[in-house]
């Protein structure tokens, strides 16, 4: 499969993801903890968040989402799949996979600490390629950290909305 193959079967790929794709259950909880010690869980949302977010948030290894080429196997590749792996790995959502809370993106914020991406990359990148509007995640929050979420973003929004 080429870049082009793909590019040229998306629509129906998309098509069927937004006939199969289900939001996860939605809930915010809360846990006793020490402010400021990143090592104490103080919260955890489990959400779905809007691509338009998600799609900005850094990888937390500075991960990369994009096509490229690998050279010892002479195939193009998207991230670290060769594009039959990743045009796999898109019908699998497309056919739902992704409605079940297990395969939730997981994103960590630390005290007064933006939030990253801790897995999930490939998940948000192939959610924007299906053109699907809310990705499911997992908000986890050490060291009171979603005390400090900017009251103006997007995450504190979806905070108050699962609350």
Do not use: C
Not at 14 to 21: I, V
Not at 70 to 75: E, M, P, T
Not at 94 to 122: C, L, Q, T, W
Not at 131 to 138: D, E, F, G, V, W
């Amino acid at each position: 499969m080429t870049q082009l193959d793909l590019l040229e079967r998306m629509p129906e790929l998309q098509a069927k993801a937004k006939r199969n794709h289900q939001p996860i259950p939605e809930k915010f909880s809360t846990y006793d903890g020490e402010e400021g010690n990143e090592s104490h869980l103080t919260a955890d949302l489990w959400t779905n968040l809007p691509m338009s977010y998600a799609r900005r948030l850094p990888g937390e290894r500075g991960e990369r989402r994009r096509f490229g080429r690998d050279i010892s196997l002479g195939v193009e590749t998207f991230g670290n799949y060769t594009l039959d792996e990743w045009w796999e790995f898109l019908n699998w959502i497309a056919d739902g996979g992704m409605s079940d809370k297990r395969y939730a993106i997981f994103i960590i914020v630390k005290f007064v600490n933006e939030p990253i991406i801790r897995e999930g990359n490939h998940r948000v990148q192939a959610f924007q390629q299906l053109k699907l509007q809310r990705i499911p995640a997992n908000v986890r929050f050490w060291g009171k950290g979603e005390d400090y979420v900017n009251p103006d973003s997007v995450l504190y929004d979806e905070i108050q909305r699962v609350k």
